[in-house]
């Protein structure tokens, strides 16, 4: 069993940023959301927000344990245009 140490060192890698999808109001939106309390919430937001402004309506929520990395399936990522992830407390 490997045991690691939350306070261990760790080293930062720069990396660029994705680039930014030109997103179309066909476009699906993935929703994808931890069990920590307000991330469903935030995420409402962030589609009632896209809805209004960008006039897209096509979205596929996901919801994971907060705890566990979450089950992207095959259908969620081949049918998502681009995914907002929350963690929120």
Not at 67 to 78: C, G, Q
Request: hydrophobic share 45%; net charge negative.
């Amino acid at each position: 069993m490997e045991v690691m140490n939350p306070c261990g060192v760790f080293e930062v890698k720069s990396a660029p940023l994705t680039p930014r999808a030109a997103l179309e109001a066909d476009a699906t939106i993935g929703l994808l959301a931890n069990d920590k309390k307000n991330a469903d919430v935030l995420l409402k937001c962030v589609q009632r927000y896209l809805s209004e402004r960008l006039g897209i309506n096509n979205f596929r929520w996901l919801r994971k344990e907060a705890t566990r990395p979450a089950d992207l399936t095959e259908e969620f990522t081949r049918d998502c245009d681009a995914v907002v992830a929350a963690v929120c407390d």
